[in-house]
T-cell receptor
Framework: EPEVTQTPSHQVTQMGQEVILRCVPI?????FYWYRQILGQKVEFLVS????????KSEIFDDQFSVERPDGSNFTLKIRSTKLEDSAMYFC???????????????FGEGSRLTVL | DAKTTQPTSMDCAEGRAANLPCNHS???????VYWYRQIHSQGPQYIIH???NNETNEMASLIITEDRKSSTLILPHATLRDTAVYYC???????????FGQGTRLTINP
């Protein structure tokens, strides 16, 4: 069964460093997302991406964050200068299409755990 | 998107049906009911969704009341691997993001 893959599974970084989290969405999917989950808290939407541009972003997704689809397969989340509060599990997701029945089914990866020291 | 209310936690015996309720009394006509679950710290997993008719797939059944103000997710024969947090999410047609609440922590007991 096709799946969303994320790397690294765990990254430890120093405050102020840049971090890039990578995702390979399911190959025929068109919509891509990043969510995050701080330990013990809710899963939070960060950004959605379609047709090579951001289609929606949350208040969390400030200027420190950026996303890119550098080639036909990867989808990356960059945090420019990490803060302690960026420590969280980051989930990538993809979906086939925005059908008439809402978002459709989102497929999530297993997550990348980011620890900022 | 309409707000949902779910019990914080539930227990169910292995092999029995697990019935997880969700209230969404402010749901609009163009809003769908989606269910996802999150096993431990893994990525959320889609289970099922519906608009107004009852739905069934290989994982679960979704029963939506006639007035659409509440729904129930049914896992017909719960196993230990069904222990997870279950999220009921109401989302309008064409919307892009899922808004996760606290969900229901379902524990399947042997």
């Amino acid at each position: 069964e096709p799946e969303v893959t994320q790397t690294p599974s765990h990254q430890v970084t120093q405050m102020g460093q840049e971090v890039i989290l990578r995702c390979v969405p399911i190959s025929n999917h068109l919509y891509f997302y990043w969510y995050r989950q701080i330990l013990g808290q809710k899963v939070e939407f960060l950004v959605s991406f379609y047709n090579n541009e951001i289609s929606e972003k949350s208040e969390i997704f400030d200027d420190q964050f950026s996303v890119e689809r550098p080639d036909g397969s990867n989808f990356t989340l960059k945090i420019r200068s990490t803060k302690l509060e960026d420590s969280a599990m980051y989930f990538c997701a993809s979906s086939l299409a925005r059908r008439g029945d809402g978002t459709g089914e989102l497929f999530f990866g297993e997550g990348s755990r980011l620890t900022v020291l | 998107d309409a707000k949902t209310t779910q019990p914080t936690s539930m227990d169910c015996a292995e092999g029995r049906a697990a019935n997880l309720p969700c209230n969404h009394s402010t749901i609009s006509g163009n809003e769908y009911v989606y269910w996802y679950r999150q096993i431990h710290s893994q990525g959320p997993q889609y289970i099922i969704h519906g608009l107004k008719n009852n739905e069934t797939n290989e994982m679960a059944s979704l029963i939506i009341t006639e007035d659409r103000k509440s729904s129930t997710l049914i896992l017909p024969h719960a196993t230990l691997r069904d222990t997870a947090v279950y999220y009921c999410i109401v989302i309008r047609q064409g919307a892009q993001k899922l808004v996760f609440g606290q969900g229901t922590r379902l524990t399947i007991n042997p």
